[in-house]
């Protein structure tokens, strides 16, 4: 059984916080993990991908991955009420193209 | 990223009606294709994959009779949900991965299917 586990939240943090979303898998042959933003009726948009162990930043997002834990997280920094979305984790395993493991994702409200 | 487009957007129709939804790869050639499906407050879950020029690979437990897949061209592949019945109500996606080694996906704006 292929898992991805993430708190469902909601999750709620004011303007300017730092947001900290968590994802655990089950598989430790994971190989690539993704983070999605996906907002309410949408499909899911990538915004972070990260294939290595430790903190990868994009602007004002950092994923950091830890395979011996089995542990990927994204933190958005100085929130803004436009980062308000599901966040989804999404975790290939296998070389199986295009197969990708997500979590229910976490909901985030950055309030005013 | 890439560019993906669907259509509908939205969909109602009768139970046992069919209903085909498109998706086509703008700014790429895209051999293969993938057809996900998100049911309220659950995960995106990999329903088949796409292939151009032949069949279709199809999840375990997605019935392939039921979810009718072409691919005849490099820029489109279509979904035919075939007799649909309520249960089918979902948001179906279609992806393409521009990269084998990265596996990211680049999702299109999606199909909401509701069934009567």
């Known amino acids: 059984q292929k898992e991805v586990e993430q708190n469902s939240g909601p999750l709620s943090v004011p303007e300017g916080a730092i947001a900290s979303l968590n994802c655990t898998y089950s598989?430790?042959?994971?190989?690539?993990f993704f983070w999605y933003r996906q907002y309410s009726g949408k499909s899911p948009e990538l915004i972070m991908s990260?294939?290595?162990?430790g903190d990868k930043e994009d602007g004002r997002f950092t994923a950091q991955l830890n395979k011996a834990s089995q542990y990927v997280s994204l933190l958005i920094r100085d929130s803004q009420p436009s980062d308000s979305a599901t966040y989804l984790c999404a975790v290939k395993i296998g070389s199986t193209l295009g197969r990708l493991y997500f979590g229910r994702g976490t909901q985030l409200t950055v309030w005013p | 990223g890439a560019v993906v487009s669907q259509h509908p957007s939205w969909v109602i129709c009768k139970s046992g009606t069919s209903v085909k939804i498109e998706c086509r790869s703008l700014?790429?050639?895209?051999?293969?294709m993938f057809w996900y499906r998100q049911f309220p407050k659950q995960s995106l879950m990999l329903m088949a994959t796409?292939?151009?020029?032949?069949?279709?690979?199809?999840e375990q437990g997605v019935e392939k009779d039921k979810f009718l897949i072409n691919h005849a061209s490099l820029t489109l592949s279509t979904l035919t949900v075939t007799s649909a019945h309520p249960e089918d109500s979902s948001f179906y996606i279609c992806?393409?991965?521009?990269?084998?080694?990265?596996?990211?996906?680049?999702f299109g704006e999606g199909s909401r299917l509701t069934v009567l």
């Open positions: 598989d430790r042959g994971s190989q690539s």
């Open positions: 796409s292939n151009e020029g032949s069949k279709a690979t199809y």
């Open positions: 700014d790429f050639q895209a051999t293969t």
């Open positions: 992806s393409v991965s521009r990269t084998r080694a990265a596996g990211e996906l680049f």
């Open positions: 990260i294939y290595s162990n």
